[in-house]
Structures are given as structure tokens and as C-alpha cells.
């Protein structure tokens, strides 16, 4: 059974730098889909970064610039590397994967398996 566990999160003053990580064990292939989602309670779970199975990587243009995702050197683990935070980030950070995202990869349906979350708060 595919389980998705995120790390790092944290509290975090405005301005600040955080590092989510993520991981995924019990695949039986080396490359997925991988993806980053964040949600604020009473509102919609909201794709932040992905990585195809086939390398592509994808951001949302509201953290371009701020944000960063990458691959570990372990082809099962996800990086989130947030700088310049602010308090609207403040959210619950999810980690999703499935076998390929594609054109679809904002859609968290697209998503068969998904972490606990981990919770970012930026506040002063």
C-alpha cells in the first residue's frame, strides 16, 4: 500500500524561509506524479507545485518566484522549499501523488494518494 508522509512544517515569522518534504513508499515503479497542495480551512484544497512522472515541473504563478519544488536524490521524495513568506500562506500543506498528472495536474482529483498534512502558520 502507497503511503505519503509531509514533514516540516512549523511556525514562521513573515519574510521567513520553510522546507516541507514529503515522502512516498510502496510503489512498485521508481517515477510518479508529485504534487503539492495547501488548504485554509472553509476553502478549497489549492495546487501549489508538481512534478511529473517524466520530469516536468509545474508551479502556480501566485508562489513563482518565492517558492521552489524539487525531487530528492530518492526518486519517492518531494521537496518544498518556501521563502518569503507572508501570512497568506498560512495554510495546511498536503503532498499528493498517482502514476502521471499531466495537463491535469492542478486538479487534486487527479491525485489517488495523499498525506496527513502539515500545518505552516507565518505570523509575527
Known amino acids: 500500500e502507497v503511503q505519503v508522509v509531509e514533514s516540516g512544517g512549523g511556525l514562521v515569522q513573515p519574510g521567513g524561509s520553510l522546507r516541507l518534504s514529503c515522502a512516498a513508499s510502496?510503489?512498485?515503479?521508481?517515477?510518479?506524479?508529485m504534487a503539492w497542495f495547501r488548504q485554509a480551512p472553509g476553502k478549497e484544497r489549492e495546487v501549489v507545485a508538481a512534478?511529473?512522472?517524466?520530469?516536468?515541473?509545474s508551479i502556480v504563478d501566485s508562489v513563482k518566484g518565492r517558492f521552489t519544488v524539487a525531487r530528492g536524490n530518492a526518486t519517492n521524495t518531494l521537496f518544498l522549499q518556501m521563502s518569503s513568506l507572508k501570512p497568506e500562506d498560512t495554510d495546511e500543506y498536503y503532498c499528493?501523488?498517482?502514476?502521471?498528472?499531466?495537463?491535469?495536474?492542478?486538479?487534486?482529483?487527479?491525485?489517488?494518494?495523499w498525506g496527513q498534512g502539515t500545518q505552516v502558520t507565518v505570523s509575527s
Open positions: 512534478i511529473d512522472s517524466d520530469g516536468q515541473l
Open positions: 510502496g510503489w512498485t515503479r521508481s517515477w510518479f506524479c
Open positions: 499528493a501523488a498517482t502514476w502521471a498528472c499531466g495537463q491535469g495536474w492542478r486538479a487534486s482529483r487527479v491525485y489517488t494518494y
